[in-house]
């Protein structure tokens, strides 16, 4: 378990209150994107999942419905089905990197579902594949750090549930002939 911190961290502050063990792990902010990072930090994409914000489209009169999605790297998001159909929405998409950084309040490459602003009560699904890892990397709310943990410790958090089908395995590409 990482050492209490001194300075208020709402990420770092969450993870104490729910007694989640975790490691901080240091990132160099260029190398923050999950395929830079793995490679980088000798971290198997199968152990690093990406918290990706999807936004349906709002029905008219209605707030646009958004979801935090934790997918492992070697896997993609199904946006246009299980995900649409669980926003309940006619479209889903990925929010862009401004919208992320607002309603999160963090940069892309260093998102979490840990230490989310006020206000901001997004359900957080998991792909059922994630809770299958060991341990897996997240986002540390900011570019220059990431988070080790056991899956079952997002599980903990408020609005959160693993869902079957979030995301499909993408199968590894052949190396290019030389």
Known sequence: MTPPHDASDPVLDQLE??????????????????????????IDPADSANAILVAGKAREGEERPFALCLVLATHRLDVNGTVRRRL????????????????????IGGVTPFGLPDGCTVPIWIDADVMARNRVVVGGGSRDRKLLLPPVGLLA???AEAVNYLARLVPPQPSPEV
Do not use: W
Request: with cysteine; aromatic share 6%.
């Open 157 to 159: 958090l408020p609005g």
């Open 17 to 42: 209150a729910l007694d989640i063990e975790h490691e901080v792990m240091a990132c160099d902010p260029a190398l923050a994107d999950t395929a830079d990072f793995c490679a980088a930090y000798n």
């Open 88 to 107: 309940g929405s006619r479209k889903a998409s990925f929010a862009g990197a401004d919208e992320t950084a607002t309603l999160t309040g963090m940069q």
